[in-house]
């Protein structure tokens, strides 16, 4: 169709000449913080570049996005619910998109549009950057959708002891299982799926966890997906309880809070996933020149 709304958040790359044009495309997307970040970055590494958005329609994103690098644009972020989308359209993409089974990070190269997922890259960095070890710790990570599996990659890469997954559909966690054990076998990493009841067994979960992830969307409906008798078990003073969703002190979050373990929400992915695909448009020798976790300070504040 030809009404494609490349102009509805000043993204038509033909109204900025001279600048490299960049988009988020989402739906919803006024929300997002990304036009923020990435003009932060462009401000630090001094690149003359336009970043806006986009809203496609659902069933719509390929051909809005499309119409954007056929005008001009040069790279794209991609949330919810386009991500899948976006790895259909992408003509290369790279392993860890591949492992991921999802694309937030589109560019154009040679006339070819390659697909990247930072997501996973982000939350280690986030960690990282943090002070949380991930070598060599137990890790649990809840929730078997997009956002666990693209994040259990470069969470293995970090060579924790043990990772286990736990979904409300155990057979989705099982999928993820087998869908990384060639992986976690390389790097040497225990891989395994639980269910909820495990963890509210004493008897079968011993010891809490070093570092537990919610990649659920739980939180944004102010719930958990966590029971009482779970909590009790898996949270120590000692662990770490790290919520994807951003912006709130989740239910999650306060649970963990509870049991005396230390808590982030998941702003600091946000920002250091769109680093990396910053890096990725512009180039990794500008690495030196952006303050992620200056930009994030700004957020916060």
Known sequence: MNSIPINEFHTDPV????LDVYAVAGNPIAHSKSPLIHQRFAAQSKQAMHYGRLQPAVGEFVSVAKSFFAAGGKGMNVTVPFKLDAQGMAEVLTSRAQLAGAVNTLWIKEGKIYGDNTDGSGLVRDLLAQGIEIRGTRILLLGAGGAARGVIGPLLDQLPVQLTVVNRSNSRAEELVSMFAGLAKIKGVQLEARTLLELEDHAMTTTAFDLVINATAAGLNDESPLTAGAVNNIFA????????????????????????ARVSDGLGMLVEQAADAFLIWRGADLSGQIDSRAVLSELRS
């Open 15 to 18: 109204q900025f000449p001279g």
């Open 237 to 260: 003073p000692s662990s770490f309880a790290y919520d994807m969703v951003y912006g709130k002190t989740t239910a999650f979050m306060q649970q963990a809070l509870l049991r005396g």
